[in-house]
């Protein structure tokens, strides 16, 4: 997190899960009516206390501070042109904080200095970006990741401002949502109120936010492009049921994220809903463990099996996704050794075919198990009964889209140019 009292900015950030590094004690330690906080998962490399956020630069008085979520496609492009050596930067956010210091440093107000860098830009970014007295958020031109607008108070008596990725942050602390902000727009909270600037065009005709932040990502409480991300995720499992049927006993969720999806089909397929896996709420994601080995063995400690509810069944589960197959070869082994009859196996997205640059750590196309292998080789990889994807005309239909939403990588539709492009044209990679 960082704060401004109105003299200076503080920046307090640690590894760790939110409620180990922010107790009671370090909270009271941070002051001021402006502040701004950021979590990440590590990513291939970064795994590291200087790799945390926010980014801190001293540039101006008193400096600032800065958020981002996603990925930049061009950044040793960006690095080369502002003769910055290689490996000077820890990673992306870093690197948009030096340019923007630079120009700082140069004499440009900070709000210059993101109407200048911000254009040289290409890939995802939602920025928050935290000077004396004013908070700026950001959302890149194709509007890749979310960001939202919140009020404390009401309409005609505001008592605060707040910007978010997601609209429960909104909820928790009893603000109430005013819109999303808008791809390429730029919107500043000051003591006096909220400004809106059109920083950049929007990119695309249509918004390219992350179907991802549908089927995986967004907490399903969220809304995102007027959708309930909860609602979106069952009319992924109904669709998923009407795609093919198979007999069984039971339907159920690889909690949390499958969970929807397994009532919506359960509902439509009117085969038994239930509960098969009990969540360990004090493990993360294991899909963004660092390597194969440990996602591997952090579903053991991350998922434990229901077995009076599943022996001798024959089973239905649905799940979010299969990127790497690492995972969801270790569960179907584990609902196996439990006593499951049979393990038929239902995903509520396509094929994650193509690395994703924008924000997803997924760089290397041979690391996908759906890239390198056909429907039966990863059903037999994975050791389930049957296997089933739904189609991307079904996801889209669930969600209630038809060209928004970047989907790249279940169709290797690139919105921008990649890394690999780039290079391809001599920017490096």
């Keep these: 997190m960082a704060t401004y009292d109105g003299e200076s900015i503080t920046v307090v950030k640690d590894n760790g899960l939110v409620f180990s590094v922010f107790d009671e004690r370090t909270l009271m330690t941070l002051r001021g009516a402006f502040a701004i906080g950021h979590t990440r ?33 061009n950044t040793d492009v960006l690095a080369a042109e502002a003769g910055i050596l290689p490996g000077m930067m820890l990673s992306d956010s870093d690197l948009v904080a030096e340019l923007l210091s630079m120009k700082v440093d140069a004499g440009a107000t900070l709000t210059d200095a993101l109407t200048r860098v911000l254009p040289t830009l290409e890939g995802a970014y939602s920025l928050v970006v935290l000077e004396a007295n004013a908070i700026h958020g950001i959302r890149d031109p194709f509007g890749f990741r979310p960001l ?49 600037m059109q920083l950049l065009p929007p990119a695309a005709p249509v918004e390219k936010l992350c179907i ?21 995720r069952r009319r992924m499992g109904e669709r998923l049921a009407s795609q093919s049927r198979v007999e069984a006993d039971l339907v159920m969720g690889v909690p949390d994220s499958g969970i929807p999806a397994a009532e919506g089909y359960a509902a439509a397929s009117g085969i038994e809903f239930g509960f098969g896996l009990v969540k360990n709420r004090y493990i993360g994601r294991t899909f963004i463990a660092p390597d194969q080995a440990a996602r591997a063995t952090a579903v053991r400690r991350k998922l434990n099996p229901l077995r009076e509810n599943i022996q001798g069944k024959r089973l239905i589960v649905v799940d979010d996704s299969i990127v790497r197959g690492t995972t969801t070869r270790a569960l179907v082994a584990m609902l196996r050794d439990a006593g499951a009859a ?88």
């Design 212 to 232: 991802f932040e549908f089927v995986y990502f967004a907490r399903p409480d969220s809304y995102l492009m007027g959708h309930q991300v909860h609602t979106a």
């Design 342 to 429: 049979e393990v038929h196996l239902r995903i509520s997205s396509p094929p994650f075919m193509w690395p994703c640059y924008y924000g997803i750590d997924t760089p290397n196309r041979n690391e996908l198990l759906a890239a390198t292998r056909t429907l039966d080789e990863v059903r037999d990889y994975i050791g389930c009964d049957s296997l089933e994807y739904i189609t991307i005309e079904n996801l889209r239909a669930a969600i209630e889209i038809d060209d928004e939403c970047c989907d790249a990588c279940l169709t290797g539709n690139y919105p921008t140019s990649t890394p690999v492009t780039i290079a391809a044209r001599g920017g490096g990679q």
């Design 148 to 196: 939202c607008l919140g009020r404390l108070g009401t309409e005609d008596a505001p008592e605060g401002w707040v910007i978010a990725s997601e609209t429960p942050a909104l909820d928790v602390m009893g603000a109430s949502f005013v819109r999303e902000v808008l791809p390429g727009e730029m919107v500043t909270l000051t003591e006096t109120g909220v400004t809106s």
């Design 41 to 73: 998962y590590s990513t291939s490399g970064s795994a590291n206390w200087t790799a945390a956020q926010p980014v801190y630069r001293e540039a101006g008085s008193p400096g600032f501070a800065l958020g981002h979520n996603g990925n930049l496609t």
